[in-house]
């Protein structure tokens, strides 16, 4: 199971830290994305690392502001810093693991699913 949190409300130009907790199994050998999906929209591909950290591959809409990174030992976590934030970035953020070990963008190539949580940019 995969369970995001760190939502919240902040204003247009300040920064969140999502994280994505792993429980029940190891992710430590697959590529870990970050999806959204905004009110009325489609989800849409964020970020991604591979297994190995190695590969980040990011939207060109987050490219520069927008980090991911994981913690495969202990905590077992990925995470999301996202800085100079916009009021477009407004969504429920979700993350989820995919066993290719590749990052990639494919919503369709991810096998594990959290929950979701909600990040709200005030202008």
């Known amino acids: 199971q995969l369970q995001a949190s760190g939502g919240g409300v902040v204003q247009a130009g300040g920064s969140l830290r999502l994280s994505c907790a792993a429980s029940?199994?190891?992710?430590?050998?697959?590529?870990m994305g970050w999806f959204r999906q905004a009110p009325g929209k489609e989800r849409e591909f964020v970020a991604a690392?591979?297994?190995?950290?190695?590969?980040?591959?990011y939207a060109d809409s987050v490219k520069g502001r927008f980090t991911i990174s994981r913690d495969n030992g202990a905590r077992n976590t990925v995470y999301l810093q996202m800085n100079s934030l916009r009021p477009e970035d407004t969504a429920v953020y979700y993350c989820?693991?995919?066993?290719?070990?590749?990052?990639?963008?494919?919503?369709?190539?991810?096998?594990?699913w959290g929950q979701g949580t909600l990040v709200t940019v005030s202008s």
């Open positions: 029940g199994r190891t992710f430590s050998d697959y590529a």
């Open positions: 690392i591979s297994w190995g950290v190695i590969g980040r591959y």
């Open positions: 989820a693991a995919d066993d290719s070990k590749i990052p990639r963008a494919d919503l369709d190539s991810y096998d594990y």
